[in-house]
């Protein structure tokens, strides 16, 4: 097998740009089938029919997070079109940003509804095809900001840190029989910041990542090198970032 992917069926949530865009192209270019989902119909459409000209594999559905049937789905259509799920990347996330006095509670329950209660569901869905296989591959992306701490991002690096704990245990838990891999960027250069509302927080993001921030490439290499592993080794924890970044 080609690195250990070829022929890896993996589906990507958040898969209709940044980190899980350049993943589904990188992984359908060294062979992997990639299930990719997001909410964006047309967006996902054009990357399914991008992968299958350049002569990949893809299907795609369109999903919301927030929905625990909703991740059943996505695997179900792994499962129906490919015959078995290899991989689960969740990858699908948000940042909102401000003060904790500012009180922007409904925006600290949309965290963790997408980026802590989504990655759950994606890990509730995978977990009982893992363990009829006897393999498979949990990927969740966390972010540096759960490493460096730093004022307007609690909420968000809460959740973060959150999905950090939950994917130790995982690893813990698994005893061998599937594989658990955390990768944390730092500033990369994708939407992310596109959607934060405190438009002071969203200017200085924005303007740190137009001077520093990575590819989202650079991201997808790390996924790749994960799976790329003999079914032995199980990398752990990854951390990227841009060599300027504090």
């Not at 890896?8 to 089938?33: F, P, R, W, Y």
């Not at 990575?214 to 990227?240: E, F, K, L, T």
Request: glycine residues 8%.
């Amino acid at each position: 097998m080609k690195n250990n992917i070829e022929g890896k069926v993996v589906a990507i949530t958040g898969a209709s740009s940044g980190i899980g865009e350049a993943t589904a192209v990188m992984l359908a270019a060294q062979g992997a089938k990639v299930v990719l989902a997001a909410r964006r119909s047309n967006r996902l459409k054009a990357l399914t029919d991008r992968i299958k000209a350049a002569g990949g594999e893809a299907v795609f559905v369109v999903i919301d997070i927030k929905l625990r049937n909703d991740l059943v789905r996505l695997v179900d259509l792994a499962c129906q079109t490919y015959g078995r799920l290899d991989v689960i990347v969740n990858n699908a996330g948000i940042s909102r940003l401000s003060r904790m006095d500012d009180l922007q509670v409904e925006e600290w329950d949309e965290m963790i509804d997408v980026n802590l209660k989504g990655t759950l569901y994606g890990i509730a869905a995978a977990l009982p095809v893992f363990k009829r296989q006897g393999s498979g591959h949990v990927i969740n992306i966390l972010s540096t900001s759960g490493i460096k701490i730093v004022p307007l991002q609690g909420v968000y690096a809460g959740t973060k840190n959150a999905v950090r704990t939950l994917t130790e245990a995982l690893r813990q838990e698994s005893g061998g029989a599937y594989r658990v891999t955390g990768i944390s960027p730092g500033f990369v250069n994708t939407e992310l910041a596109d959607h934060i509302k405190d438009e002071a927080a969203k200017t200085a993001i924005q303007e740190k990542i137009a001077r520093i921030a990575i590819s989202p490439d650079s991201i997808a290499g790390a996924v790749a090198y994960a799976i790329s592993q003999p079914a032995h080794v199980d990398v752990g924890d990854i951390v990227i970032r841009p060599t300027m970044q504090d």
